[in-house]
């Protein structure tokens, strides 16, 4: 069975110094994984998305993650943190192949908080 | 171009009775699906259309749901009747094609307080 699962429920930074939001997932195949992001009262909106090409991806607002299969993981990155980042982020898994529908399994959720 | 359009954005019932929500997606995508966050959970999968058919619906919890996508444009998820276990937050997304290649675009989701 396919499983994501972000390691921290809440993580705080400081403006200015580095986010890591970690996630791992648990999949059979060549999984695709996305993150997205949730402002309040806001949509979920797509960050970055990995589909077996370049492990490292960059996404918006200076956001970027890397896949490694060796690890598992799919942490997501941003060498400098924005007070506009404080948001909840979500890892995010779909499965390959014809008999998708597209379902997503989305990982619990991490609040990210940033302090002035 | 118009996002994916949830309505209504709040919603509190009584235990019992009914509510509808309903999802507009981006014009011509084929592809809707909805989702509903519970207090405290994971966002979980309810259902997957093609234009007016159900790809999937393995994720609605039970026949107190009922969705519908008349016509291949607007979807509409009925609760009837209503009980405290609905309470949670319901996404609609939609997509040009399936994922992964496209990704979806979610709405800004549905608050449903049933007390």
């Known amino acids: 069975a396919q499983s994501v699962t972000q390691l921290d429920s809440h993580v705080s930074v400081s403006e200015g110094t580095p986010v890591l939001l970690r996630c791992n997932y648990s999949s059979s195949y060549s999984p695709s994984l996305f993150w997205y992001v949730q402002h309040p009262n806001k949509g979920l909106q797509l960050l970055l998305k990995?589909?077996?090409?370049?492990?490292l991806v960059k996404g918006i607002n200076g956001f970027e993650a890397e896949f490694k299969k060796s690890e598992t993981s799919f942490h997501l990155t941003k060498p400098s943190a924005h007070m506009s980042d404080a948001a909840e982020y979500f890892c995010v898994v779909s499965l390959p192949g014809s008999s998708n529908t597209g379902k997503l399994i989305f990982g619990q959720g991490t609040t990210l908080q940033v302090k002035p | 171009e118009a996002g994916v359009t949830q309505f209504p954005s709040h919603s509190v019932i009584e235990k019992g009775q009914t509510v509808t929500l309903r999802c507009d997606p981006i014009s011509g995508h084929d592809n809707l699906y909805w989702y509903r966050r519970v207090m405290g959970k994971e966002i979980k999968f309810l259902l997957h259309f093609v234009k007016e058919s159900k790809q999937d619906e393995s994720g609605m919890p039970n026949n107190r749901f009922l969705a519908e996508r008349t016509g291949g444009t607007y979807s509409t998820l009925k609760v009837q009747p209503a009980e405290l276990e609905d309470s949670g937050v319901y996404f609609c997304?939609?997509?040009?094609?399936?994922?992964?290649?496209?990704?979806?675009?979610f709405g800004s989701g549905t608050r449903l307080t049933v007390v």
């Open positions: 997304a939609s997509s040009p094609g399936s994922v992964p290649n496209y990704g979806y675009t």
């Open positions: 990995y589909t077996s090409a370049a492990t």
